[in-house]
């Protein structure tokens, strides 16, 4: 069974800093790409960022250019997304993805497992 199990959300205020994880049990993800998505109340899901398997290939949607990086723990089944100066429209429900690939890109469609998702609050 995939499972993934996304952990650091929470509140912080504008132009503050969160550090997500996305960890995964009961398989390796070594053999796929993970996406990060969020869904804003009210507002459709849309994709943020995703990494390839080797780390080498990464992308992100224009509104969190420069300020969130994307990036994998091997040693710990895990993949990051370092937030930083976070705006209130980044307030939303962050979910992890992954796609079983066996090429050196990510996209965002065809996803294989989904994660419960954590939420951000950006808020003064």
């Known amino acids: 069974q995939l499972q993934l199990v996304e952990s650091g959300g929470g509140l912080v205020q504008p132009g503050g800093s969160l550090r997500l994880s996305c960890l995964a049990s009961?398989?390796?993800?070594?053999?796929?790409?993970i996406s990060w998505f969020r869904q804003a109340p009210g507002k459709e899901r849309e994709a943020v960022s995703c990494?390839?398997?080797?780390?080498?290939?990464?992308n992100y949607r224009e509104s969190v250019k420069g300020r969130f990086t994307i990036s994998r723990d091997r040693a710990k089944n895990t993949v990051i997304l370092q937030m930083n100066s976070l705006k209130p429209e980044d307030t939303a429900v962050y979910y992890c993805?992954?796609?079983?690939?066996?090429?050196?890109?990510?996209?965002?469609?065809?996803?294989?497992?989904w994660g419960k998702g954590t939420l951000v609050t950006v808020s003064s």
């Open positions: 009961g398989f390796s993800l070594d053999n796929y790409a």
């Open positions: 993805a992954a796609r079983f690939r066996s090429d050196s890109i990510c996209t965002y469609n065809a996803i294989n497992s």
């Open positions: 990494i390839s398997r080797s780390g080498g290939f990464t």
